[in-house]
């Protein structure tokens, strides 16, 4: 069994694509805020006519009103990419996605990502496309649908310290900043 899933592995990392959300998903993180502006329908006109984007009103209109369905997909999607970046580096995946530090002006998880792209040999090839999934997928996120995704995240896991000895033990001291 282990040569099937590492031939499946081999032939997804050849051939295959990350993947990606549905496009309603995608967009909803822009959709709802823009809908304080904009009616469904000057939404799907400005999208198809700019961007090329086919998405009709009423398609629009539904997927605002499941925004749940939407904040849980995203928070699906984001979640083992953050906890395998901090598993491999002793971070916070929390912390990595939703703190801020003040002082330099940035979140924590761009801390990160100078982090990986000034010191490239420390990190493995899954930490940076992991990271370079997230930056193209959470990252221009607006704050508010962070904030309102949240609560579809489970973080007790590593919260809870479950962690085994060996796990642990390799990730301790790397738990200063990213």
């Not at 590492?6 to 709802?32: C, K, M, V, W, Y």
């Not at 499941?66 to 970046?85: G, K, M, N, S």
Request: include cysteine; charged fraction near 30%.
């Amino acid at each position: 069994m282990s040569a099937i899933g590492a031939d499946l592995l081999s032939h997804a990392q050849e051939n295959g694509e990350p993947n990606r959300l549905p496009l309603i998903t995608q967009l909803f993180p822009f959709l709802f805020p823009a809908s304080r502006r904009l009616t469904t329908r000057e939404m799907s006109a400005w999208l198809e006519k700019e961007k090329g984007v086919k998405l009709s009103g009423p398609m629009i209109s539904k997927g605002l009103q499941r925004p749940e369905l939407h904040l849980r997909r995203i928070a699906e999607h984001v979640q083992p990419l953050a906890a395998y970046i901090a598993a491999a580096h002793g971070l916070d995946a929390e912390r990595l996605l939703f703190d801020g530090d003040t002082e330099a002006e940035e979140s924590y998880f761009q801390t990160f990502g100078r982090q990986v792209a000034d010191d490239s040999e420390r990190f493995s090839a899954g930490v940076h496309e992991a990271y370079d999934i997230l930056a193209e997928s959470w990252e221009p996120i607006p704050e508010e649908v962070k904030f309102m995704c949240r609560r579809y995240f489970n973080f007790a896991e590593s919260a809870t310290g479950e962690e085994s000895d060996d796990e642990t033990s390799q990730s301790s001291p790397q738990e200063s900043e990213p």
